[in-house]
């Protein structure tokens, strides 16, 4: 009887902090007036909007507030709403809205050519709706660089800060790879820090204390809901331009709602006015191809009328790869994320992830980032990786020891990859994912980076604090091991002296950590200011303008980004009147 009434009381706690949750500000419509169902579109304000954008996703959420508080703002976006939603709201989901792979997921699959799978954002917040929830911010080389104004850098940080970003609860396992880096020499300790600096640290999240994931999203809280319009499922299929003057010119665009049904937004006539695309890294490049903007060649084949040749679109697109060890441990360890992080001065970066073993249903038994069932197929080379394979693995994975899921990985992922690759169209359906090539390791340098990131691995699993966690009196770590290799969750490297057998490792087991980016380079397709060259009214705003992703993990920098551009922009047409 006891433990009966024991899981009964934890049933009634559960359910009561659903309710209480549920009462919370993050689950009240009448706090979102702005959110409509793009159905209910109507040419309102009558003469156009100043500024539309492309994309509710992770910067142009930001954008949209900043802009609506001087203008009117369009922001169409294709996916659903994230409030009320507990695959996106809650941590321990995680895995649950990337396995789901339904039109109505926010969550679209798509397999690069490498044969690795990968996610993008299809819901109002965009990645930050899926991803793992590690905030943190870019090098000041990389802000050097992308030539921002520092001061005002250093402003849209904390305006993102302030509203979503949290100081993480330490979970074990996150501070046993906090402790196993620094005693590996991953030194000095720097603390909790949204800093990008070398050395371990702990970075910021945007889920709070009870596993509540914030997103972009709220940031349109933050906008004049006067001026602030958002559609939910309006999917922009292309560009609208006028092509009489002496370059094109956005117009505005054209979009279908939920019931398939199509409708023109357009601009107003004032000379500032723009469309702005965040639609994404691969959502950008593949709007500007769908709107007769790319290599005229591949435009011509589908039948797209060319408005500019443009050879660069869709070209230098990368994503960083990451490789991992499954480390099992004695006893299960807590659920985590990504918290704690080591920077190396060889530039790869070295972090964690825990899944959740105990549980006696399939679903909630997982492995954090590196679950199987989402597509983290390492075990399987890319090549033979399949959804199907993903989707076979969910269905049999209660039959593998629980042990198998005792345990949490640490995995490494190479900053700023050399390797590049390419994006083009399949056909003209803008709802189909377009073909993407990253040619992970094809550069040397990125595949020697893997193998000092795997050796750094090695070195923290050998360490005194990890010994803890592993070995007992039955068994060591190579042996713990071994076994988790027969239950096929691990390939361990063969021999981590030997370089080679390293080099094969780091092919065999690539996964993504989802930091692709590329496809709309500065000097090539947008200019400094991220306006599309050769066209006028029509910028582009989010990651797909990167040609490294920043920090150790980008979406910080992405969502200060809109921030910052939102002002730039208010700040070019209204100078100090701005007041911002
Ligand atoms: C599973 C996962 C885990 C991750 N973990 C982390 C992490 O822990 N920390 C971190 O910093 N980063 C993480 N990332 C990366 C980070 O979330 C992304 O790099 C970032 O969110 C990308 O931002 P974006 O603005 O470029 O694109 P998105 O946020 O994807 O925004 C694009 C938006 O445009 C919409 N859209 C696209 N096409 C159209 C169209 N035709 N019409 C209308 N709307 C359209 C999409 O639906 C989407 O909402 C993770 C990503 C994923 C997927
Ligand atoms: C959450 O995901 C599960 C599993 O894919 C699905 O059955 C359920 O409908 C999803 N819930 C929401 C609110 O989308
Ligand atoms: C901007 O912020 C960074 C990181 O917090 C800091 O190191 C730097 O000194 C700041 N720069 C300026 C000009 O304020
Ligand atoms: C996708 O890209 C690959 C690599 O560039 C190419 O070989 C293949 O033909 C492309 N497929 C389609 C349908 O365009
Ligand atoms: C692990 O497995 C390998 C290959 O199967 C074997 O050579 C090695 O001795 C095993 N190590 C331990 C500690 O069991
Ligand atoms: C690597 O180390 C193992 C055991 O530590 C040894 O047997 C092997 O010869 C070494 N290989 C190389 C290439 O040095």
Redesign the pocket.
């Known amino acids: 009887m006891a433990p009966k009434f024991g899981e009964l009381f934890l049933k009634i706690l559960l359910i009561l902090s659903i309710i209480k949750s549920s009462q919370g500000r993050e689950f009240s419509r009448k706090n979102y007036p702005y959110l409509k169902m793009a159905s209910s579109f109507s040419l309102s304000p009558p003469r156009g909007y100043d500024y539309i954008i492309v994309g509710g996703g992770t910067a142009g959420c930001p954008l949209a507030a900043t802009l609506s508080q001087k203008y009117s703002v369009l922001l169409l976006e294709r996916g659903g709403s994230p409030y009320g939603n507990v695959n996106v709201s809650y941590l321990q989901n995680f895995h649950i809205s990337l396995a789901d792979t339904s039109p109505q997921s926010p969550s679209q699959a798509f397999i690069s050519?490498d044969g690795v799978i990968n996610a993008r954002a299809r819901v109002l917040g965009g990645g930050t709706c899926i991803n793992a929830g590690f905030y943190t911010r870019a090098s000041s080389s990389f802000v050097k660089e992308a030539g921002w104004n520092i001061e005002l850098v250093n402003e849209s940080y904390p305006w993102i800060e302030r509203q979503i970003v949290h100081w993480p609860k330490l979970a074990p396992w996150q501070v046993a790879l906090k402790d196993g880096l620094l005693e590996a020499g991953v030194s000095p300790f720097n603390g909790y820090t949204y800093d990008h600096l070398y050395g371990t640290k702990v970075g910021g999240t945007i889920f709070n204390k009870n596993g509540f994931r914030h997103t972009a999203a709220d940031l349109l809280a933050s906008g004049s809901p006067k001026n602030l319009n958002v559609l939910l499922h309006a999917t922009v299929l292309r560009i609208l331009f006028n092509v009489r003057g002496s370059k094109p010119r956005a117009v505005g665009v054209l979009f279908k709602d939920e019931n398939g049904k199509q409708h023109r937004a357009i601009l107003n006539g004032r000379r500032q006015s723009e469309v702005i695309l965040s639609s994404g890294a691969l959502g950008s490049p593949q709007l500007l191809l769908l709107s007769g903007i790319g290599p005229k060649q591949d435009l011509d084949k589908l039948g797209i009328p060319v408005i500019l040749n443009n050879w660069h679109v869709g070209k230098g697109m990368s994503d960083n790869p990451m490789n991992s060890i499954f480390i099992p441990t004695k006893k299960p360890v807590e659920q985590s994320l990504i918290q704690s992080v080591g920077i190396t001065k060889m530039g790869s970066f070295i972090e964690a992830s825990s899944g959740f073993g105990q549980s006696s249903d399939s679903i909630h038994c997982h492995h954090g980032i590196m679950s199987a069932e989402i597509g983290q197929l390492s075990t399987t080379p890319p090549k033979l990786r399949t959804i199907e394979a993903a989707r076979k693995y969910s269905k049999t994975k209660n039959d593998l020891p629980r042990e198998a899921f005792q345990g949490g990985f640490i995995l490494e992922k190479i900053d700023g990859p050399l390797s590049r690759g390419?994006l083009?169209l399949?056909d003209t359906n803008v709802d189909n994912n377009p073909?993407v090539?990253f040619n992970y390791f094809n550069h040397p340098y990125d595949l020697q980076r893997c193998v000092y990131g795997i050796r750094t691995i090695e070195r923290i699993v050998h360490t005194k604090q990890f010994a803890k966690l592993t070995e007992d009196d039955s068994y060591s770590i190579e042996m713990l091991l071994n076994m988790s290799v027969k239950a096929n969750v691990n390939l361990i490297p063969k021999h981590t002296n030997d370089t080679a057998s390293l080099e094969q490792f780091c092919r065999d087991t690539v996964i993504t950590i989802w930091h692709y980016h590329g496809g709309c380079h500065i000097g090539q397709v947008v200019d400094k200011e991220y306006k599309v060259l050769g066209v006028d009214r029509l910028r582009v705003v989010d990651g797909s303008t990167y040609d490294s992703s920043p920090g150790t993990n980008p979406q910080a920098t992405v969502m200060m980004m809109g921030r910052y551009m939102g002002v730039k922009i208010l700040r070019k047409r209204l100078g100090k009147r701005a007041g911002v």
């Open positions: 050519t390419h083009n399949v073909n090539t």
